[in-house]
């Protein structure tokens, strides 16, 4: 079954990663944030290119933005759970 924007919805920090020019133009289409991996410059219908996967970080580091944000999250060192034992 195609994928059409009728039949689904993006959230914004949904990205698609492929190395096909195909589905990049595809995903595009849909309203996918893209990303053509395996090259190292641009096509029509992709945002990011990547010669690598492994260099994602350095190439999109907003992705990790938002996890960076919540390690700055402090928690005590020592958590009380309660449970029961039943011998």
Same mark, same amino acid.
């Given at each position: 079954m195609? &994928? #059409?924007?009728?039949s689904l919805t993006c959230p914004p920090l949904q990205i698609f990663f492929d190395d096909s020019v195909r589905n990049i133009l595809a995903g595009k289409q849909i309203g &996918?944030? #893209? %990303? &053509? %991996?395996?090259k190292s410059q641009r096509v029509k219908g992709a945002d990011h290119a990547l010669e690598s996967i492994h260099n994602i970080r350095e190439a999109l580091p907003e992705l990790w933005e938002e996890a960076e944000k919540a390690e700055d999250v402090l928690y005590a060192d020592r958590v009380a759970i309660e449970t029961s034992v039943t011998a």
């Open positions: 195609p &994928l #059409t924007k009728a &996918l944030h #893209t %990303v &053509l %991996v395996g």
